[in-house]
């Protein structure tokens, strides 16, 4: 194997052996902790991928700003929208047919 | 490697500057890719914290093996990607244009796959709408309707950055000053990797609900 590729190799599989990790360990009945996990993981995963992949590690600190500036921005997305939907409850009501309402005309 | 230095844009000093600038605007586009997954993914948000039961039983319907098989072949494409780039950068125009084919096939695989179990779902009525199965419990039209917005919008990307790599891959053919350089193999390397990205987040959020029970 070149020297160039090794790390290249190991990245992918250990990107394979973390894809088994996730897999297996959904089917553990640990509650929200399954779905903490599956995100830890894919997480670590993606970190793999701009890293080495996309040479994020190697590369000019302005990239990963930039990389950071597009995470910050979907948190502030997420963080203004979901307080919005946090401090509202739903209020159920039955969804009406448009014909089951007599229309009302004049007066 | 001076004979590359012909083909500097007017506006840049140097090649070094010119690959920079490149690929500073891969990693603007890919932060704004990622706000327009960012609504669809905010949807989901929304339905896992207020549907949290009906999320869970919708995953059970979506094919874990199909999805977990589909996961590694979009992780091994972009190795093979990853690897194409390094090829095209060392100038190694015949080895760089088979790898770029390999990971058009492993697109293709994918597409295939997940077309395999978009039917399933079509013949489970689980595609939302009027045809949408009766009994189901309240949010689970949701997850699916998420759920074919966002992997649909993933294979639409998927499908242009197939055929980038076929149409690079046919450009390799000729010697080298010729297009693709090895800086364009390493910006649409970006843009393969950054759907895989997606699709490493997606994988969790949408087979892997509630698979234990409960």
Redo the contacts between chains.
């Keep these: 194997m070149e020297r160039?590729?090794r790390p290249?190799?190991l990245?992918?599989l250990a990107?394979?052996a973390l894809?088994a990790l996730?897999?297996s360990s959904?089917?553990?009945?640990?509650?929200w902790i399954?779905?903490a996990i599956?995100?830890a993981?894919?997480t670590v995963?993606?970190l793999l991928?701009?890293l080495?992949?996309?040479r994020l590690r190697a590369?000019?600190p302005?990239?990963r700003l930039?990389?950071l500036?597009?995470?910050a921005?979907?948190a502030l997305?997420?963080a203004l929208?979901?307080a919005d939907?946090?401090t509202r409850s739903?209020v159920k009501a039955p969804w009406q047919q448009p014909s089951s309402v007599a229309p009302r005309l004049g007066n | 490697m001076s004979p590359m230095n012909t083909r500097i844009a007017e506006q840049f000093s140097s090649r070094e500057q010119q690959a920079f600038a490149g690929t500073f605007g891969m990693w603007v586009f890919i932060a704004s890719e990622l706000l327009f997954f960012a609504p669809l993914l905010f949807g989901y948000f929304y339905l896992r914290t207020h549907y949290p039961a009906a999320c869970a039983v919708a995953s059970r319907h979506t094919d874990f093996l199909l999805g977990t098989a589909n996961t590694a072949v979009l992780l091994s494409s972009s190795f093979l990607m990853a690897l194409a780039a390094q090829a095209a950068e060392a100038r190694r125009r015949s080895r760089a244009r088979w790898l770029l084919v390999a990971v058009a096939a492993l697109g293709v695989a994918f597409l295939v796959i997940k077309g395999v179990e978009y039917h399933a779902e079509f013949q489970e009525q689980l595609f939302p709408g009027a045809g949408f199965r009766s009994q189901a419990p309240p949010g689970m039209e949701l997850f699916f309707l998420l759920y074919f917005a966002l992997t649909g919008l993933h294979a639409l990307h998927l499908t242009v950055g197939i055929l980038v790599c076929l149409a690079m891959a046919a450009g390799l053919r000729h010697p080298e000053p010729q297009w693709p350089s090895g800086e364009a193999v390493e910006f649409a390397g970006l843009y393969w990797h950054f759907v895989d990205l997606v699709w490493i987040f997606l994988y969790p959020l949408v087979y892997l609900v509630g698979r234990a029970g409960g």
Excluded: C, D, Q
């Design positions: 160039r590729t290249l190799v990245t992918w990107l394979l894809l996730s897999a959904a089917w553990i009945p640990l509650g399954n779905t599956g995100l993981v894919a995963k993606a991928v701009a080495v992949f996309m590369g000019h302005l990239l930039t990389a500036a597009g995470l921005t979907l997305l997420f929208s979901g939907y946090a739903e």
